[in-house]
């Protein structure tokens, strides 16, 4: 099982998304970064876990062990799971206080994702990040 944040950092994504010189390719990197998701079981999605604000659905389960956020996702799309993998490679793993200081602008801009995502989204990408950033601030 692929543990984003942990086997999948943030700084590999960017490297092997470096590689590809077409966004054609990226795309399908990036969906296929969501296939290693680990499975989210089914109990899970409900109205509590979903992120709002995004076109597709999606939701969003964090734990808390020895210190460390850990986040579950999955969404009804290929590349929004894709995305969440994104996000995961930069959260999971991580001390609350080193999740809010995670720059994820700078981020998303060395990936050069965020101008390849339609508004909506871009919308959602925005309002996976704020679900973790406020789990995060409310520890």
Request: proline content about 2%.
């Given at each position: 099982?692929?543990?984003?944040?942990?086997?999948v950092t943030a700084e590999?994504?960017?490297e092997t998304?470096?590689?590809?010189?077409?966004?054609?390719?990226r795309y399908k990197y990036i969906i296929d970064l969501g296939k290693e998701l680990p499975e989210m079981a089914e109990s899970l999605r409900t109205d509590e876990y979903?992120?709002?604000?995004?076109q597709s659905q999606v939701w969003?389960?964090?734990?808390?062990?020895?210190?460390?956020?850990?986040?579950?996702?999955?969404s009804d799309a290929f590349i929004v799971k894709g995305l969440?993998?994104?996000?995961?490679?930069?959260?999971?793993?991580?001390?609350?206080?080193d999740v809010l200081a995670v720059d994820v602008d700078a981020y998303f801009t060395s990936l050069d994702l965020v101008q390849?995502?339609?508004?909506t989204r871009g919308n959602g990408l925005k309002a996976m990040?704020?679900?973790i950033q406020e789990t995060a601030a409310s520890l």
């Open positions: 099982m692929t543990q984003f944040g942990i086997d590999d994504i960017v998304l470096g590689f590809f010189d077409s966004w054609e390719d979903i992120v709002r604000g995004c969003l389960v964090s734990d808390v062990r020895d210190g460390k956020l850990f986040f579950q996702a999955d969440l993998a994104v996000v995961l490679a930069a959260y999971n793993g991580k001390s609350p206080a390849h995502l339609s508004s990040v704020k679900r």
